[in-house]
């Protein structure tokens, strides 16, 4: 039986609301004839599926039985799955529109380099935002309108977290309280003066547990107003994560960046705004610790790094095929292990998880004939599909990489994976 050839325009965003409203949402999708499957999880990072069942929002099955009913079929055409990237940091304003870098929808361009799910690591570009007069008030109003609007719209799809406060001396329970109520996941050190406050920050973190603390790390910020952080500070303030480790865009010095990694305990966040020097460093030394779950990965953009679409595809690139560690693990590292440390349940692919997930595969005249030979040669991947929450958001192909040599397509013929 014929199947499906590529619509015209190349892509089509397909995510519809009202259809779930209305109940109309495609129930099941099977995708079959995967070529490589990438879990997000960095302590096995490759899995043996070859094709799995979406029921709804959540993966149903992996390798479910051939002759399995679905009402959506798609042929991977041996292309990799992988977990949809989970941009840790970036830096959102009102909706898809950055006045960082004067451009709009740039949350959807993310999406089509296959971000999925985005936080927030602080709206600090807000237009007019006075950094050195910044009252409690004024932050926590920023976070809650920041999260009742743009955290409100799945822009592109994208499961975007938004809301993170910056925090600032003079804040009290009642202002976590609000922040928690917003539904916010996040809060972070950039502007307080930690070592100035030390007692005043350490109640912030406890206070905030039921969020999570994100510091600024290394030289001072684009702002000009962020506090300088190394490893005195973070190792008696204990953040859940420190922000861009290895440069955002400024890195600690090497002597820290060894001591931080040696000593302490938490998630450690490279980003695209880093100091490549400094991410080959730190990578190798959790590497040799056995300690690849503990790094994080994030754009840290919009901001003057610019806005990048395939931001996070060229970070697993520079991290497999530069700061040597295996494709699966920097897929890991872009995945599981970002959700994870901001508390959130997606980046891992396995029964019962969202049904957050990207098919890709090399580019045509790109290394190697899979996914994981691309990636080590550090060529980038060409995306077909996205899918998020069992939606599928772009089929066929990305609108912001090369097309893969092998493109995933539906099968016209539901139930048969094989036809
Ligand atoms: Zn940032």
């Not at 822009?155 to 925090?167: D, E």
Request: proline content about 6%; hydrophobic content about 35%.
């Amino acid at each position: 039986m014929p199947c499906r050839s590529p619509p015209d325009k190349g892509w089509t965003l397909r995510y519809d609301f009202l259809e779930k409203q209305l109940g109309r949402a495609v129930a099941t999708t099977l995708i079959s004839n995967i070529g490589e499957f990438f879990t997000g999880d960095i302590k096995s990072p490759t899995a043996d599926v070859s094709s799995l069942l979406i029921e709804d929002e959540q993966i149903k099955t992996l390798n479910p039985p051939e002759d399995v009913a679905c009402d959506t079929a798609i042929d991977a055409e041996s292309c990799a799955v992988l977990p949809g990237l989970v941009d840790g940091h970036i830096h959102p304003v009102f909706g898809e529109w950055t006045p960082a870098q004067d451009s709009i929808g740039w949350i959807t361009n993310y999406m089509h380099g296959g971000s999925t799910t985005m936080i927030s690591a602080s709206e600090l570009h807000t237009p007019g935002l006075d950094y050195e007069n910044l009252t409690a008030d004024l932050v926590t109003s920023l976070a809650e309108v920041a999260r009742a609007t743009t955290g409100r719209i799945r822009w592109g799809g994208v499961k975007v977290h938004a809301g993170t406060c910056l925090l600032v001396p003079g804040m009290n329970e009642s202002h976590f309280d609000r922040l928690a109520d917003a539904g916010a996941i996040l809060t972070k050190f950039i502007f307080f003066p930690l070592e100035d406050n030390k007692e005043e920050a350490i109640r912030y973190t406890e206070w905030a547990r039921g969020l999570r603390t994100k510091v600024h790390t290394g030289g001072v910020s684009r702002s000009g107003s962020s506090r300088v952080c190394g490893f005195e500070t973070l190792k008696w303030l204990q953040p859940d994560i420190a922000a861009h480790v290895s440069g955002g865009p400024i890195p600690m010095s090497d002597e820290d960046l060894d001591l931080l990694v040696d000593n302490t305990e938490f998630a450690l966040e490279i980003c695209s705004s880093n100091n490549y020097r400094s991410t080959y460093l730190v990578t190798q030394r959790l590497k040799e610790l056995g300690r690849l779950d503990r790094m994080t990965m994030g754009t840290d953009t919009p901001g003057g790094t610019g806005v990048i679409p395939r931001g996070m595809l060229r970070n697993i690139l520079f991290l497999s095929s530069i700061c040597e560690i295996s494709p699966g693990e920097a897929i890991a590292v872009a995945t599981g292990n970002t959700a994870k440390a901001h508390g959130l349940d997606v980046g891992i692919l396995e029964e019962g998880a969202p049904a957050d997930l990207v098919s890709a595969g090399p580019v045509k005249g790109s290394a190697g004939e899979t996914l994981s030979d691309a990636i080590a040669h550090g060529d980038l991947p060409g995306i077909s599909f996205v899918i998020i929450d069992g939606k599928v958001i772009v089929e066929t192909r990305s609108e912001q990489t090369p097309p893969p040599m092998q493109i995933a397509h539906f099968i016209d013929s539901p139930g048969c994976p094989f036809c």
